[in-house]
Structures are given as C-alpha cells and as structure tokens.
Nanobody
C-alpha cells in the first residue's frame, strides 16, 4: 500500500552536483526516519545520511560537508543534495523510510522498512 519512487541519478563529472529525490505515496499517516544508503560494486551497502521526523540529521564521515539531506513531510519526500562529487561516490543510491503507518483496506498498517528501487550515480570524467 506504499509506493516509492526515486529519481535524480545520472552521470556527472567530478566536482559536479546532483539532487536525488524519493517520494512515498499512499494513505500515509506518519513516517519515522528517512535516509539514503549506497552500494558500490564489490562493496557493502553503507549509510550515507538519515533524517528524523523532527529534522535531526546524521551523515557518513565521507560525505560530511558535501551532501545535505532534507525532507518535506507534507509531500512524504526525502532529498539528497550532493555537491563536490568524487569518483568514489559512484554507487547505486537507495532511499529508505522506517516505521511507515498507512491506511490499508482493512485498517491501519505499519511497515517497519520501505525501500526505493535504487538510482545510479556515476561520477566520471
């Protein structure tokens, strides 16, 4: 009963910028934390950034000062602004939402975790 659509990935040169977005749709009552993880070829999936429902943020050390996470609660959307991109940022980026409460056909449903399909970011000359 929850749909997730990611967008914003693509090819960018080192030093460039991209903005990722992830929108949840459905009869959503509330969402706890939202965030982004990424997975590069041959590497483990790692946390990039997260933001709570009240706006508190957390970032991986490798992206601090370059990436900014934000959310629009009215639109059930989380964003990731990525500046000063480096080749090592190349990865598939996945958005995640925790504890999503929605109205189902037979009552209220709660999803502990909802994931986007992933969007590819390639940083190369």
């Amino acid at each position: 009963q929850v749909q997730v659509v990611e967008s914003g990935g693509g090819l960018v040169q080192p030093g460039g910028s991209l903005r990722l977005s992830c929108a949840l749709s459905g009869s959503i009552f509330s969402i706890n934390a939202m965030g982004w993880k990424r997975q590069a070829p041959g590497k483990e999936r790692e946390l990039v950034a997260s933001v709570t429902s009240s706006g508190s943020t957390n970032y991986a050390d490798s992206v601090k000062g370059r990436f900014t996470i934000s959310r629009d609660n009215a639109k059930n959307t989380v964003y990731l602004q990525m500046n000063s991109l480096k080749p090592e940022d190349t990865a598939v980026y996945y958005c995640n939402a925790d504890d999503v409460v929605v109205a189902g056909s037979s009552g209220v449903l709660e999803y502990r975790g909802v994931w986007g399909q992933g969007t590819l970011v390639t940083v190369s000359s």
